[in-house]
């Protein structure tokens, strides 16, 4: 018979993502300069929500952006995935998101798809795409009930 702390689930806490990357300096510069994040002297690079956790990678073949994933007609939608490789969806206001991929823009950063609208069912949503010095794509991503 299973104990009762064994049948509770306890909650996960904050989950933050580490990222290796080719060059510490250069990314810990474009996270903080660019992206406009509080960037410390352990890797840390956060902006709101967003915390993502810098590391200097032992070599340039451990540097490994997602591949694009295969598409699932199964999804509870008539979405079936992505078309580019995900690392990082960021969850923005809706209202928010052009003036984000602006800021980005005007800080040198690159926009890899500019920003563009898509349903799932009764919802819609409205992404970008940003790529940054090692090919991680950053999606800034925002959705609300259709307005149709």
């Not at 915390?51 to 591949?67: C, E, K, M, W, Y």
């Not at 969850?91 to 890899?112: D, F, K, Q, S, Y």
């Not at 349903?119 to 307005?147: Q, W």
Request: with cysteine; proline share 5%.
């Amino acid at each position: 018979m299973q104990s009762e702390s064994a049948r509770r689930k306890e909650g996960f806490g904050l989950t933050i993502q580490v990222r290796l990357v080719s060059d510490l300096a250069k990314s810990q510069a474009y996270y903080r300069d660019v992206l406009g994040c509080k960037v410390d002297g352990w890797g840390h690079a956060e902006r709101g929500g967003m915390i993502v956790i810098l590391q200097q990678a032992a070599s340039s073949d451990d540097v490994r952006p997602n591949a694009a994933s295969k598409k699932r007609p199964d999804y509870p939608t008539e979405w079936e995935g992505p078309d580019y490789g995900w690392d990082t969806f960021i969850h923005v206001n809706w209202n928010e998101l052009e003036p984000l991929v602006e800021e980005v823009r005007l800080n040198g950063g690159n926009i890899a798809v500019e920003p563009f609208l898509g349903t799932h069912g009764n919802l819609e949503f409205k992404n970008a795409y940003i790529k940054d010095p090692d090919g991680y794509t950053l999606v800034l991503g925002a959705m609300r009930e259709s307005l149709r």
